[in-house]
């Protein structure tokens, strides 16, 4: 038998597949991982520490910048943990305007998500399909606040833009365009046999597992446990809206790619109730004193982002600045089970197991 | 095994883990601070007109916006240009009803606003001072100057507390705090507890209820909250924590409103790795999953939050640890949940607190060699130029 000698190999962190600054070391016995260690802070900017003084409006911008794939999720989760402490009302309008835009920014960050996990593997042109829909999603982000990727949207009551006039109309034009478009991915790649061999029975792991690392998301929901919170601790307007929770059964790295294409689709279905009952009138910012301070105490609210449980924990002492401001980023916890999922794989199974993950760098390090 | 040590064994890493890090981003993120100076959006051409509405909170408005808030305060207040009423109230609503289209009109409306605010101010401080009388006055005269108000509520406040604070220290076991229903639960159903510990918990009970009550301005004082649907688990987990871990295991126990009514449990740090794991395998309990810890610098103490949940049951829980800020250690939840390690390794990294117990205690997002913890709060870089 050929003894192989242990080879240590550094990933990233500049490697395309890292979808960002991390970094990888990984222990190779021949071509099979032995040990895998993330090395992760490339990107950190200190957010936390920022926040604290910065008052909450200030602090939105920042928020865009930590999942960069989904700044609407970010700020939501920001302006929804004030509100909470402060008892805000945000107005009906606003709230549907926050709704559409949370999920036409799921679609988005799955799109990224869709074409460069293909690209990883080794697909080109799914990525030029994925990035094409993707920007109309973006130009119609653009139009409502002049921003293509930080949005600074929200606010602490409310929403800083009205829809323009026929904003609406174009995100009822494009969920069809989109249905049809999910249609093609499915034909182009979902049963496509080198993609199966590359992703089924691979990165597999159990509920108990996914239950136990704290993963959220659709590495979560890839298992079998069916935990989405827009349905089990709903906030926003989502109670009002009939959506289905994705869940697969085998938590391999195939079952992930169903669950986020059907979360896709469920993703328009919510769009098409939400653009239909869209008031035709009514405020957009909510009765908000001059002075946002929360009341001296704590809280933490967490909802659904593209990625999992976007979390925020607020420390107040009663004043304009947070004491503490803590964000729970899906990626971070995500990213745990990584070594654990890695070791006995081989190094070509890294970029899928990685991929599936479906990490943004700038919320690891936040 | 000492700090050093740790680090070095733990870590794979060669030295390049020094060099400054890179935030190149394929997806093309900006740099972080790049629209922080401005947390308004500039205006895009294509968008029609807003005013700002004065709740973005930055500093003083050029007089373009700042009038058109004015303007349509004053328009919604009863008394047409009767500003004050709207100065408070329409500070946040203000923002997308702002039609006047022409400057020089909003100009002129803005001084005839201001004006008449300061002939309404000076009538209103007899009012308000009359109104001050009740807790729940102060929001109802919200015609008044929102700075005024906001030192009359102080002033309630303070003094509510103080005479809680007092009510709870004198009344002990009886639990006579007016207003504190809300908050009593679980410590008030056990009779061994010292006394100390009970009078201050109830007196920040007390505290915190009088507070919510001059807040919340509709709700009367004296009137004591129903108690929270998620009171019984509350009593509950500490029930089984006093019974199962250890008699002397919980702090503090209440019901966090602001958290939409989080059962929240101090436990103490020499208790909680058994805390844990009856946490996560109690039937009653089961908390298998567990979505965040934080840590926070009180400044006094530092204190750990594990936020666990039973995905079933929809059963959470935030569990406080608090721990000195000198020698701050908390056994390491990571062998119960195996979620809480990285979690835990950043709390280590930014705040200092050790977790014995833990696989792989190192730094996670700052640098190795990093000196100090960057959210203390009275954290001083090494370095000032990094």
């Not at chain 1, 769009?271 to 009138?281: D, H, I, T, Y």
């Not at chain 2, 205006?43 to 058109?68: L, N, Y």
């Not at chain 2, 100009?107 to 009359?130: N, V, Y």
């Not at chain 2, 800020?325 to 119960?336: F, I, M, N, W, Y």
Request: charged fraction near 25%.
């Amino acid at each position: 038998m050929i003894r192989t000698e242990e080879l240590l190999l550094n990933v990233g962190p500049q490697h395309p597949s890292t979808h960002g600054v991390f970094r990888l070391v990984v222990k190779l016995d021949g071509e099979v991982i032995t040990e895998a260690t993330p090395v992760i802070g490339y990107l950190h900017r200190g957010t936390e520490k920022l926040a604290e003084s910065l008052n909450y409006t200030q602090i939105v911008p920042y928020t865009d910048r930590m999942d960069y794939l989904s700044a609407m999720t970010n700020n939501y989760v920001l302006c929804h943990a004030v509100e909470t402490m402060m008892g805000i009302e945000v107005p009906e309008r606003a709230q549907f305007l926050r709704l559409i835009v949370m999920e036409l920014q799921r679609v988005a960050s799955h799109l990224v998500w869709w074409g460069t996990y293909l690209l990883d593997l080794g697909a080109l042109s799914p990525f030029l399909f994925a990035f094409k829909e993707r920007e109309m999603i973006i130009d119609l982000f653009n139009e409502l606040c002049g921003a293509r990727l930080t949005y600074n949207y929200m606010r602490v009551g409310g929403v800083k833009w009205d829809a323009p006039p026929g904003w609406i109309d174009k995100v009822r034009d494009f969920i069809p365009y989109m249905e049809k478009q999910l249609k093609e991915y499915d034909r182009l790649v979902s049963g496509n046999e080198i993609f199966l061999a590359r992703v089924k029975g691979v990165g597999q792991y159990d509920a108990e597992t996914a239950i136990a690392y704290g993963l959220s998301g659709a590495n979560l929901r890839c298992t079998g446990v069916k935990w989405d919170l827009r349905k089990d601790e709903p906030y926003c307007i989502y109670d009002r809206f009939e959506f289905d929770v994705p869940v697969g059964t085998n938590g391999d790295c195939y079952d992930r790619y169903l669950v986020r294409m059907e979360e896709m689709r469920q993703s328009l279905r919510i769009l098409k109730q939400a653009v239909e009952q869209f008031p035709s009138s009514g405020e957009t910012m909510g009765k908000v004193p001059r002075a946002i301070r929360p009341p001296a105490g704590e809280t933490y609210v967490r909802i659904e982002s593209p990625r999992g449980e976007i979390g925020c924990h607020i420390v107040s002492k009663g004043k304009a600045e947070p004491y503490r401001l803590k964000f729970r980023r899906p990626s971070f916890n995500n990213l745990q089970i990584l070594p654990k999922l890695l070791v006995g794989e081989t190094i070509t199974n890294l970029i899928a197991i990685l991929g599936g993950v479906d990490i943004v760098l700038g919320e690891v390090d936040c | 095994m000492s700090e050093e040590n740790k680090r070095e064994e733990g870590r794979p890493a060669a030295p390049e883990q020094q060099e400054p890090a890179n935030t190149q981003e394929v997806a093309g993120s900006e740099p972080a601070g790049a629209g922080a100076e401005h947390p308004n959006q500039p205006q895009p051409d294509t968008m029609p007109e807003h005013s700002d509405g004065g709740a973005s909170g930055k500093p003083a408005e050029p007089s373009a916006s700042a009038p058109a808030g004015e303007g349509t305060d004053a328009q919604t207040a009863s008394g047409g240009e009767s500003a004050p009423a709207g100065e408070g109230a329409g500070a946040g609503a203000g923002a997308a009803a702002a039609a006047d289209p022409e400057r020089e009109a909003k100009i002129k409306a803005a001084q005839e606003a201001r004006a008449a605010r300061l002939a309404a101010k000076a009538a209103a401080e007899g009012g308000a001072a009359g109104g001050a009388a009740g807790a729940g006055a102060a929001t109802g005269a919200g015609a008044a100057d929102p700075e005024r108000e906001a030192k009359i509520k102080a002033a309630q406040e303070a003094r509510a507390a103080r005479l809680a604070a007092k009510a709870a220290a004198e009344g002990g076991a009886s639990g006579g705090a007016a207003g504190a229903g809300a908050a009593t639960g679980a410590g008030a159903a056990d009779p061994e507890r010292e006394a100390k510990i009970k009078a201050a918990q109830e007196a920040r009970a007390a505290r915190l209820a009088a507070k919510a009550a001059a807040e919340g301005g509709e709700a009367a004082p004296a009137e004591p909250k129903p108690p929270s649907p998620k009171q019984p688990w509350l009593d509950e987990a500490v029930e089984l924590l006093k019974s199962e871990v250890h008699p002397e295991a919980v702090e503090e126990a209440a019901i966090n409103a602001l958290a939409g009514d989080m059962p929240t449990i101090t436990v103490k740090a020499e208790h909680w790795r058994a805390a844990a794991e009856l946490l996560r395998d109690h039937e009653k309990l089961g908390c298998k999953y567990i979505r965040n810890v934080t840590g926070v610098d009180y400044e006094t103490h530092l204190e750990v939050v594990y936020f666990v949940l039973n995905l079933e049951t929809k059963r959470e829980y935030a569990i406080k640890i608090r721990t000195d800020r000198e020698q701050p250690s908390v056994p390491s939840a990571t062998p119960v949940w195996p979620g809480a390690n990285w979690p835990e390794r950043e709390i280590y990294d930014l705040l200092g607190v050790d977790f014995p117990g833990h696989p792989d205690l190192r730094r996670i997002l700052m640098p190795d060699d990093w000196v100090g913890h960057p959210l203390r709060k009275d954290y001083v870089p090494l370095d000032p130029e990094v």
